[in-house]
């Protein structure tokens, strides 16, 4: 038997065997209570050592207090920026963990890192984040938010804030839920239905989930899409243009393109006509914006302790994920010689038609994901927490794409005389082109970390992380493009450590240099050998003083080497036509072929990272807190997907580029590549506030029980009667019956410094002077992000507001200038949980555990304004095809089932 079939049996017979019966739910006030229970039972017990007794900590209803860490807390003397509890989180109007993070993103984003946070359950590691993502918000006591140095206590790297979020100790729910979401400009749906099943009995954790989402295609006719000419002007009945293009047609008609009348045997006068005055198609009802789409999701785990000192974790995840988009008609080129087959030409000329075949230029892609998770976690000693994980993914893609007909056979029939090019054209003359692209990526890893004290120093322990793991990754990918087949394979072993020391310098608790406050140390250092790269080196520190109890300084610098992904390097090349750019040369948009996939020359990139953080809790008794966050990266060989089309791109990287023989933009290679140098320094400033508001519930109209209590677990009181205790959080008390709650955050991010040096020898891009590498223009100087809310008796509203400043690029000599207007998006989810209305649920009980939620994205409608040099707005810059939804409304309805 393998480990993993050890550990799947262990932890499924000990499910079977500790499940109660189906109609049984447990409160933590009626939990039969144990004398002595597991040390690792973290949902129960919190970081006890091993084999300590009960008495070693006051177990007051779910509330732990081990000295000076709660129940779940994480490792380490570093506290927590914010502390949410279970009332405070009802604000966000969030269904699970997943809802809730995106949530709170203004809160738990890093400028150190692009990635999201590290997310902990009750201060540990998780087997991945199919584990926790759809775990009920119910289910939460408090969310923690933590600073990156955190991070590296528990083995991560320091560019990840810290989430961690502590379960309630006894829990059991099932859900169905099913939503809505359409645009009110129309032409879209998304319906999602899920079912869910979660519990923690006895520190045996369960959960499972299944959803299924549809989303309707949405096309370029449903919305206010203005196309201007191409480099060829393609028609549904077709134009004629000389031969080369862009001179004279004949001698007798002085026009270089003219429209055809769409008659099979034309008169020059009637070419005449319509003389310099070319017919466009209409493509809008053959186009997507955005593609038709179905996705389903099974998720499931299971966690429970194997002995008195050792968790164990199983998880799963599933994904079947499919889309598929049009790219308009097709369109065809042929020569029609001079005075033949009903031509009244004196000259051969070239007539381009669209054929009406929507099927000729598509894509269809299919994705498989499955993950599974295995974790092992534990004590050793008094001391020291270890933990084991294993993991394998696989992620198969399949990708069709049409890339428009063949006109071999057409122009054939043409110049023997057979086929008409100016009159009516069938599909069935031509022959579909079709490209095809195949990847397989998978791989496992095996990664064990070893924390805890190497020795006590006099102002406290001598912390240290000890992480080593293997891991394997191969990526086959195959093409056929333009009938041309081609096959990559590449694979990569890698073999890591890394280690992290925290040692504390001065603790006022301990009175150890007390006149310094708190005032620990940290150093870290990593190394990575991977098969094909060789090896790459991580060094940092860093240090976090606290000279008065309300403020905290901290100060990081990293410096690490970094390998490309196999993805990067050898993802399969996919060619699509029909890709609408804007040209900065010619100030047109014009519809290229566009080459993605990986690139097998791209090499390590070195990042730097220096970063110094404020957070200043001036009050106590009040959940107020001001932070402060300073940001400076510079990235050597930096990694880079292909950027948008400026002048100054395509003088540094012409290679990349492809124009005809007029200098029209027909393809561009946007694979990755590595530049040279990128810098980016940045400020980020905020505050945070929660209070309770409304009078409290007289204790004699609530019965005298605990009841009346929202969230469940009586935790928010017992906070209160324990005189705050929310580390790093407000100590303002918790909210009472009876009253409600509202959060705010507003932070704003200046940015000083963002750069790119494409090659050593080329001028530095500024992006927040005039220069791009991304798709929306160059980098907001200053963003504002602003949240919102508010919950009482039941009914609450959750409110996310985004403004980014204006920006520009500039398009060269010759080339033509672009403004971005600043744009302000606002969101409002606003809910009612009808639980907490008891007068209703007692006239209609199916209310009971039922939830509706009302959301509106994008308010008011913001659109990126565009607008170029001469005045007009560029196709790929319409406020539609920036944003093709705009307002999207949403309705969901929640119901638990037991």
Same mark, same amino acid.
């Given at each position: 038997?393998?480990?993993?079939?050890?550990?799947?049996?262990?932890?499924?017979?000990?499910?079977?065997?500790?499940?109660? @019966?189906?109609?049984?739910?447990?409160?933590?006030?009626?939990?039969?209570?144990?004398?002595?229970?597991?040390?690792?039972?973290?949902?129960?017990?919190?970081?006890?050592?091993?084999? =300590?007794?009960?008495?070693?900590?006051?177990? !007051?209803?779910?509330?732990? !207090?081990?000295?000076?860490?709660?129940?779940?807390?994480?490792?380490?003397?570093?506290?927590?920026?914010?502390?949410?509890?279970?009332?405070?989180?009802?604000?966000?109007?969030?269904?699970?963990?997943?809802?809730?993070?995106? %949530?709170?993103?203004?809160?738990?984003?890093?400028?150190?890192?692009?990635?999201?946070?590290?997310?902990?359950?009750?201060?540990?590691?998780?087997?991945?984040?199919?584990?926790?993502?759809?775990?009920?918000?119910?289910?939460?006591?408090?969310?923690?938010?933590?600073?990156?140095?955190?991070?590296?206590?528990?083995?991560? /790297?320091?560019?990840?804030?810290?989430?961690?979020?502590?379960?309630?100790?006894?829990?059991?729910?099932?859900?169905?839920?099913?939503?809505?979401?359409?645009?009110?400009?129309?032409?879209? /749906?998304?319906?999602?239905?899920?079912?869910?099943?979660?519990?923690?009995?006895?520190?045996?954790?369960?959960?499972?989930?299944?959803?299924?989402?549809?989303?309707?295609?949405?096309?370029?006719?449903?919305?206010?899409? *203005?196309?201007?000419?191409?480099?060829?002007?393609?028609?549904?009945?077709?134009?004629?243009?000389?031969? @080369?293009?862009?001179?004279?047609?004949?001698?007798?008609?002085?026009?270089?393109?003219?429209?055809?009348?769409?008659?099979?045997?034309?008169?020059?006068?009637?070419?005449?006509?319509?003389?310099?005055?070319?017919?466009?198609?209409?493509?809008?009802?053959?186009?997507?914006?955005?593609?038709?789409?179905?996705?389903?999701?099974?998720?499931? +785990?299971?966690?429970?302790?194997?002995?008195?000192?050792?968790?164990?974790?199983?998880?799963?995840?599933?994904?079947?994920?499919?889309?598929?988009?049009?790219?308009?008609?097709?369109? !065809?080129?042929?020569?029609?010689?001079?005075?033949?087959?009903?031509?009244?030409?004196?000259?051969?000329?070239?007539?381009?038609?669209?054929?009406?075949?929507?099927? %000729?230029?598509?894509?269809?892609?299919?994705?498989?994901?499955?993950?599974?998770?295995?974790?092992?976690?534990?004590?050793?000693?008094?001391?020291?927490?270890?933990?084991?994980?294993? =993991?394998?993914?696989?992620?198969?893609?399949?990708?069709?794409?049409?890339?428009?007909?063949?006109?071999?056979?057409?122009?054939?029939?043409?110049?023997?005389?057979?086929?008409?090019?100016?009159?009516?054209?069938?599909?069935?003359?031509?022959?579909?082109?079709?490209?095809?692209?195949?990847?397989?990526?998978?791989?496992?890893?095996?990664?064990?970390?070893?924390?805890?004290?190497?020795?006590?120093?006099?102002?406290?322990?001598?912390? +240290?992380?000890?992480?080593?793991?293997?891991?394997?990754?191969?990526?086959?990918?195959?093409?056929?493009?333009?009938?041309?087949?081609?096959?990559?394979?590449?694979?990569?072993?890698?073999?890591?450590?890394?280690?992290?020391?925290?040692?504390?310098? %001065? +603790?006022?608790?301990?009175?150890?240099?007390?006149?310094?406050? &708190?005032?620990?140390?940290?150093?870290?250092?990593?190394?990575?050998?991977?098969?094909?790269?060789?090896?790459?080196?991580?060094?940092?520190?860093?240090?976090?003083?606290?000279?008065?109890?309300?403020?905290?300084?901290?100060?990081?610098?990293?410096?690490?080497?970094?390998?490309?992904?196999?993805?990067?390097?050898?993802?399969?090349?996919?060619?699509?036509?029909?890709?609408?750019?804007?040209?900065?040369?010619?100030?047109?948009?014009?519809?290229? /072929?566009?080459?993605?996939?990986?690139?097998?020359?791209?090499?390590?990139?070195?990042?730097?990272?220096?970063?110094?953080?404020?957070?200043?809790?001036?009050?106590?008794?009040? &959940?107020?807190?001001?932070?402060?966050?300073?940001?400076?990266?510079?990235?050597? &060989?930096?990694?880079?997907?292909?950027?948008?089309? *400026?002048?100054?791109?395509?003088?540094?990287?012409?290679?990349?580029? /492809?124009?005809?023989?007029?200098?029209?933009?027909?393809?561009?290679?946007?694979?990755?590549?590595?530049?040279?140098?990128?810098?980016?320094?940045?400020?980020?400033?905020?505050?945070?506030?929660?209070?309770?508001?409304?009078?409290?519930?007289?204790?004699?109209?609530?019965?005298?029980?605990?009841?009346?209590?929202?969230?469940?677990?009586?935790?928010?009181?017992?906070?209160?009667?324990?005189?705050?205790?929310?580390?790093?959080?407000?100590?303002?008390?918790?909210?009472?019956?009876?009253?409600?709650?509202?959060?705010?955050?507003?932070?704003?991010?200046?940015?000083?410094?963002?750069?790119?040096?494409?090659?050593?020898?080329?001028?530095?891009?500024?992006?927040?002077?005039?220069? =791009?590498?991304?798709?929306?223009?160059?980098?907001?100087?200053?963003?504002?992000?602003?949240?919102?809310?508010?919950?009482?008796?039941?009914?609450?509203?959750?409110?996310?507001?985004?403004?980014?400043?204006?920006?520009?690029?500039?398009?060269?000599?010759?080339?033509?200038?672009?403004?971005?207007?600043?744009?302000?998006?606002?969101?409002?989810?606003?809910?009612?949980?009808?639980?907490?209305?008891?007068?209703?649920?007692?006239?209609?009980?199916?209310?009971?555990?039922?939830?509706?939620?009302?959301?509106?994205?994008?308010?008011?409608?913001?659109?990126?304004?565009?607008?170029?040099?001469?005045? *007009?707005?560029?196709?790929?810059?319409?406020? &539609?095809?920036?944003?093709?939804?705009?307002?999207?409304?949403?309705?969901?309805?929640?119901?638990?089932?037991?």
């Amino acid at each position: 038997m393998t480990i993993a079939a050890a550990l799947l049996y262990a932890l499924a017979s000990g499910a079977i065997q500790t499940a109660p @019966p189906p109609q049984t739910t447990v409160p933590p006030a009626q939990a039969t209570p144990q004398t002595t229970p597991p040390a690792t039972q973290d949902d129960d017990q919190g970081d006890l050592p091993t084999g =300590a007794p009960a008495g070693d900590a006051d177990v !007051v209803d779910d509330v732990v !207090v081990d000295g000076t860490r709660l129940r779940g807390g994480v490792q380490g003397d570093v506290p927590p920026d914010l502390v949410l509890d279970a009332e405070q989180l009802r604000a966000y109007g969030a269904s699970n963990i997943a809802e809730l993070l995106t %949530a709170l993103e203004p809160l738990t984003r890093s400028s150190r890192g692009s990635g999201g946070p590290v997310v902990l359950l009750n201060g540990r590691r998780t087997s991945g984040f199919q584990e926790i993502r759809n775990i009920p918000f119910e289910a939460i006591e408090r969310t923690e938010i933590l600073p990156e140095q955190v991070a590296l206590t528990y083995g991560y /790297t320091a560019d990840q804030r810290v989430v961690n979020i502590v379960l309630k100790a006894q829990f059991r729910q099932a859900t169905a839920e099913l939503s809505n979401r359409a645009p009110t400009q129309g032409g879209r /749906t998304s319906t999602e239905a899920e079912t869910s099943y979660f519990s923690i009995i006895d520190g045996t954790r369960i959960n499972v989930s299944l959803e299924r989402q549809h989303d309707t295609a949405l096309f370029e006719s449903e919305r206010d899409i *203005t196309r201007e000419p191409g480099s060829q002007p393609f028609d549904l009945i077709g134009n004629v243009a000389g031969i @080369p293009y862009g001179t004279p047609i004949d001698p007798a008609l002085a026009a270089v393109v003219a429209a055809n009348p769409g008659v099979a045997n034309p008169t020059l006068a009637q070419f005449a006509a319509g003389a310099n005055a070319p017919r466009t198609g209409n493509l809008s009802d053959y186009r997507t914006l955005l593609p038709r789409g179905d996705t389903t999701t099974l998720n499931a +785990s299971l966690a429970r302790d194997l002995n008195s000192t050792t968790k164990g974790t199983v998880s799963l995840n599933l994904v079947e994920a499919s889309s598929f988009s049009y790219g308009g008609l097709p369109g !065809v080129t042929l020569i029609a010689p001079a005075g033949r087959n009903g031509s009244p030409f004196s000259r051969d000329v070239a007539v381009y038609r669209f054929i009406g075949d929507a099927g %000729a230029l598509t894509r269809d892609t299919d994705i498989s994901t499955a993950n599974l998770g295995l974790l092992l976690d534990g004590f050793i000693g008094d001391n020291w927490r270890w933990t084991l994980a294993g =993991a394998y993914d696989r992620v198969e893609t399949e990708t069709t794409t049409g890339r428009g007909l063949s006109a071999t056979a057409a122009q054939a029939s043409v110049t023997a005389g057979t086929l008409n090019p100016f009159g009516a054209l069938s599909p069935s003359s031509f022959g579909r082109l079709v490209d095809s692209a195949n990847s397989v990526a998978s791989g496992g890893n095996l990664e064990a970390v070893f924390m805890g004290n190497l020795l006590q120093a006099p102002a406290g322990g001598f912390y +240290s992380t000890w992480k080593v793991g293997f891991d394997t990754r191969d990526l086959n990918s195959e093409s056929t493009l333009s009938g041309v087949f081609s096959e990559r394979a590449i694979g990569r072993d890698r073999a890591y450590g890394t280690v992290n020391f925290s040692l504390p310098i %001065a +603790s006022r608790s301990r009175e150890i240099l007390a006149g310094l406050g &708190d005032l620990s140390v940290t150093a870290n250092a990593g190394y990575d050998e991977a098969s094909d790269i060789g090896g790459l080196v991580t060094l940092g520190a860093g240090a976090s003083w606290s000279p008065i109890e309300a403020l905290s300084l901290s100060a990081s610098y990293k410096d690490e080497e970094g390998a490309p992904t196999i993805q990067q390097l050898n993802d399969p090349t996919i060619s699509t036509p029909n890709s609408s750019v804007f040209d900065f040369r010619t100030g047109r948009t014009v519809q290229i /072929t566009r080459v993605s996939g990986g690139n097998a020359n791209l090499s390590p990139e070195d990042r730097q990272v220096l970063a110094l953080g404020v957070n200043f809790r001036p009050w106590s008794e009040q &959940d107020f807190s001001v932070s402060s966050n300073y940001t400076r990266t510079i990235v050597n &060989d930096a990694i880079i997907a292909f950027p948008t089309i *400026t002048a100054d791109l395509e003088a540094a990287l012409p290679e990349r580029f /492809t124009r005809d023989a007029t200098g029209n933009l027909i393809a561009l290679d946007a694979r990755p590549l590595n530049f040279a140098r990128t810098e980016r320094a940045e400020l980020r400033t905020g505050f945070n506030v929660s209070r309770a508001f409304g009078t409290p519930t007289p204790p004699a109209a609530m019965g005298g029980g605990r009841g009346g209590m929202a969230g469940g677990g009586g935790g928010g009181m017992m906070m209160m009667m324990m005189g705050g205790g929310r580390p790093g959080g407000g100590r303002g008390g918790g909210m009472q019956p009876g009253q409600g709650r509202f959060n705010l955050s507003i932070y704003h991010t200046v940015r000083f410094t963002d750069t790119v040096s494409i090659r050593d020898s080329l001028p530095e891009l500024d992006l927040l002077d005039g220069d =791009a590498t991304g798709a929306r223009g160059g980098t907001s100087r200053n963003e504002i992000q602003v949240q919102a809310g508010v919950f009482r008796n039941g009914f609450g509203s959750f409110m996310n507001a985004n403004w980014r400043q204006a920006t520009r690029v500039d398009g060269g000599a010759g080339g033509s200038d672009l403004a971005f207007s600043d744009q302000t998006t606002v969101n409002l989810n606003v809910f009612a949980d009808l639980t907490q209305r008891t007068s209703w649920v007692e006239k209609f009980p199916i209310l009971k555990g039922t939830r509706l939620n009302f959301g509106i994205q994008n308010l008011f409608d913001s659109r990126t304004e565009v607008t170029s040099s001469t005045g *007009t707005v560029p196709l790929n810059y319409q406020p &539609d095809f920036l944003d093709p939804q705009g307002r999207v409304f949403s309705i969901s309805l929640r119901k638990i089932l037991f």
